[in-house]
């Protein structure tokens, strides 16, 4: 079963960063898109960032100009700075993967890192 696996989650003071990581556990053909969704405390899942096998990238508003998004083959990153409380979430990976060439695209996703943000 192919799964995506995060890493780099934890506990960071208001203002500090965190960089977030994610890559598929094992082989596959091929990747499109990739992105990472946050779901704070009580709240709905969100779109964070994602980016194409392009490099096009697209944010959510809360986060522009603080969080960057970026991939190096099969794995992508989530930079992260000027944390704030409100940033406080599980940070969920999410990339759309074909396993075998000629097979369909599906989408899989990470099982979750919990980012805090407090002092």
């Known amino acids: 079963q192919l799964q995506l696996v995060e890493s780099g989650g934890g506990l960071v003071q208001p203002g500090g960063s965190l960089r977030l990581s994610c890559a598929p556990s094992?082989?596959?053909?091929?990747?499109?898109?990739m992105g990472w969704y946050r779901q704070p405390p009580g709240k709905q899942r969100e779109l964070v960032a994602a980016i194409t096998s392009g490099g096009n990238t697209n944010y959510g508003d809360s986060v522009k100009g603080r969080f960057a998004i970026s991939r190096n083959k099969n794995t992508v990153y989530l930079q992260m700075n000027s944390l704030t409380p409100e940033d406080t979430a599980v940070y969920y990976c999410n990339a759309n993967i074909m396993r075998i060439l000629g097979s369909r695209w599906d989408d899989y996703w990470g099982q979750g890192t919990q980012v805090t943000v407090s002092s």
């Open positions: 094992g082989s596959i053909f091929s990747i499109n898109a």
